[in-house]
């Protein structure tokens, strides 16, 4: 039998990073010793406490039935009161919090909830896949809002035609930007709340990096903007806050209708987030923390390491404190950063993630990842000199 997949599969973007994953089984069956900046996963492991909570609660039979959908009361509790103390936002945890199986999940269903066919979705290049994914399987359009170096990797609504904006129903953001880890502040999304109302553009933003900083100051919510809660959503991820990846969980927290909406998607798809891992997640909101303190100062030290011996080896780097990675120019000048980052793999057996595998406006840098150790990294520096 040949199978066809479905014309939606084909729509998506090539994926640019098979190359590279073929070359990396290659180099390393010849033995050499790879160090991978290529991982967006944390290395550090899940606070103790955390791990014990779900040990715990998934041996107590209530936990083991299928979740409610929109997630345990006691977990949106959990959220609330944590933006009330972090960022002074006011959520009701029955109507304005939804969980989800991580906040992946969430962004790929939400443009189901909104987006009939030929509906334009606002997305940003270079940014996050799932973005783009998400918008062509529900048949929606997606326009590009490029993210320059000059404009601090903000996207410019003023360069997006009336035609365009007519047809627009959701923007995509995400900052702390991954992958140029750039950063947003109060004032750029009170331009975003006042930019959405007036076109009627539903806001999701992406802030999986919420607490992932290098510097003195936290990242700014996208909530806190005025009037906010009446145009979008936030999506969170415990994954990067407290090293989660793996137990799938996030939550989307913001305006009722868009929650609700999504939700209805969901309802249809899923059965909701496994409760031990719930009520984990929500220890963690409630207990962790001092985690997310040690975590940032391990990625400052790291991350100082590593710009300052990339820029002693004349690389060009986008300066931030936020995030777990570095965005740096391709140093080549008449290299791609997919050619640069083979030849770096061939020559040195180092990854690092090619630009354009983001989109198109990531070209002519590559992504670093913060996610392993200072001794790795030393020796990565010392074979990048070699
Ligand atoms: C890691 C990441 C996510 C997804 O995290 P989940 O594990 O699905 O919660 C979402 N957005 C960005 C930009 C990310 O880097």
Redesign the pocket.
Known sequence: MQFKFSDRLGKLPVYLFAEIDKLKSQVKAKGVDIISFGI?DPDLPTPKAIVDVLKKESEIDANQKYPSYEGLLKFRESVSEWYKKRFNVSLDPETEVLS?I????G?GHLPLAFINPGDVVLIPDPG?P?YMAGTIFAGGIPYIMPLKEENDFLPDFSLIPEDILKKAKLMFL?YP??PTSARADRHFFNEVVKFAKKNEIIVAH?F??SEVYTGEKGNDSFLEANGAKEIGIE?H????TFNM?GF???FAAGNEEVVKGLGAVKTNLDSGVFQAIQLAGAYGLDNELKAVEDNNKIYKKRRELLVGGLEKLDYKIYKSDATFYVWAHVPKANMTSKEFAVSLLNETGIIVTPGSGFGGYGEGYIRFSLTISENRIKEALVRMGG
């Open positions: 967006g989800l991580g906040s992946k999940e962004i996050y799932v995400n930007n991954n992406d999986a990096y999506f991820s415990l994954s990067k990846t799938r969980i996030g």
